[in-house]
């Protein structure tokens, strides 16, 4: 778009021109954004009167707990109300945290919004991100010192933030996957290889380096399938069966168990069915055990997921005893997501956000509100006319411009209204 004035033209090589409906649009995106992140949270009341909150908005205070002090995490409305002027950390949101401002982690400082609070709230979780430390290169963001554009992206786990280039995977672009779980979180909760094989957004080959496993869940080669039997070891499956999968037992240890009236041979091909039968059927119970009867490949690198990924994990009972051994539960909770908090926020938001222009009209009489309807219509038609002739002639608006316009519509409102003639009756 060329500039209105002779140079305009060299000088729109060297500045960046942004026209009227990119700057609404992006005034809207930030709106939106903010309006999810923090639209779920109460801005005016403390939190803590509603115990570890599934997931709210939470930022640390540099001013009152600095690093090397006990880290503590303040609620969005004692963010506003007790933390105003201090330097902050916003660390986004996080799982089943109740808010710390004012216990004893925060030695000069009283809540204002609720100061009867526990002395600590000892079910709360921190990281080096209450410190306004993140990833595993232990930076601040924005880092001042790192020249190198890179998103940071949150592990849906260990709720830390991670630059792109230290996840040991290549990101897919942002749309294209939901959440993300780091390579710490991939070692510790490990049954999630299975699972990535056949739903993560990078899916995990055998042809891909890494330690391949079969239906065990072990193997001890790069790269290479482990022949049948080689790692196979019988005590092992006897005395630690798997979850969701009955130890086998040995067939002629169940004939001392149960006498067989029929011939040895028919007896020993009636407990395999059975056994083979019952293994099958514990099986079938379990999403884990089927996805571990197939190869996959585990490595040392974050993986990707797509919407809705979490319903597909296995909830038998093993399973959910293995995720409880994990602290792990919450992958199970639909609500558990950032996705389901944020969309909570929008609907909260929306429901409660009013339309000033309404709630003007509605405070007058009905005179009254037809003037500032046929107003608001006057206003809207000239403006619209007016920057078109912008958009025609293909020149930029000033902020001059926009001025001018202003001047002339109350010029010309003036002029309409002493020209009005009244009349008694």
Not at 66 to 71: A, C, D
Not at 85 to 105: A, I
Not at 195 to 201: E, T
Not at 241 to 254: I, L, Q, S
Request: proline residues 4%; aromatic residues 8%; glycine residues 6%.
């Amino acid at each position: 778009m060329a500039g209105a004035e002779g140079h305009s033209g060299r000088q729109s090589e060297l500045e960046p021109v942004v026209s009227l409906v990119d700057v609404l649009e992006e005034d809207e995106e930030l709106e939106n954004e903010a309006c999810a992140v923090l639209g779920g949270s109460d801005s005016e009341k403390c939190s803590y009167s509603q115990g570890s909150v599934k997931r709210q908005a939470l930022y640390a205070c540099s001013t009152c707990t600095p690093e090397g002090q006990e880290p503590a995490g303040i609620c969005l409305a004692c963010s506003y109300e007790c933390h105003g002027s201090h330097k902050l950390f916003e660390l986004y949101t996080k799982r089943n945290f109740r808010c710390d401002c004012g216990n004893s982690k925060f030695k000069n400082l009283e809540c204002k919004l609720f100061p009867d609070k526990a002395k600590v709230n000892s079910c709360n979780k921190y990281n080096d991100n209450f410190f306004g430390l993140y990833c595993i290169c232990k930076r601040p963001y924005p880092d001042p010192e790192d020249e190198v554009p890179d998103e940071m992206i949150q592990c849906v786990v260990c709720e830390d933030w991670f630059h792109g280039r230290h996840l040991g995977a290549i990101p897919p672009e942002s749309g294209d996957f939901q959440e993300m779980v780091c390579q710490a979180c991939m070692k510790r909760c490990s049954f999630l290889w299975a699972y990535a094989a056949q739903l993560a957004v990078t899916k995990i080959s055998a042809e891909d380096d890494g330690l391949m496993v079969n239906v065990d869940g072990i193997g001890d080669q790069e790269g290479i399938k482990p022949e049948n039997g080689d790692h196979q070891d019988s005590t092992l499956k006897e005395d630690v069966p798997e979850p969701g999968k009955e130890a086998v037992k040995d067939p002629k240890a169940e004939q001392k168990n149960e006498p067989c009236t029929s011939s040895s041979s028919e007896c020993d091909l009636q407990t395999v069915i059975k056994n083979q039968s019952l293994n099958l059927e514990s099986q079938s119970s379990c999403k884990l055990q089927e996805l571990k009867a197939k190869e996959f490949i585990k490595r040392d690198t974050a993986t990707y997921w797509p919407l809705n990924w979490r319903s597909k994990l296995c909830t038998c009972q093993d399973c959910m005893k293995m995720y409880g051994d994990l602290d792990v539960l919450f992958l199970t909770d639909e609500y558990d997501t950032v996705l389901a908090y944020e969309n909570k926020g929008k609907i909260d938001q929306a429901t409660d956000r009013r339309d000033p222009l309404m709630d003007t009209l509605n405070s007058m009489n009905r005179v009254q509100q037809v003037e500032l309807i046929c107003e608001y219509n006057d206003l809207k038609t000239e403006l619209k006319d007016y920057l078109k002739r912008f958009a025609d002639e293909g020149t930029v608006v000033k902020r001059e411009d926009i001025q001018q316009f202003f001047e002339e519509f109350q010029s010309k409102k003036r002029r309409r209204v002493d020209g009005m003639q009244y009349y008694c009756s």
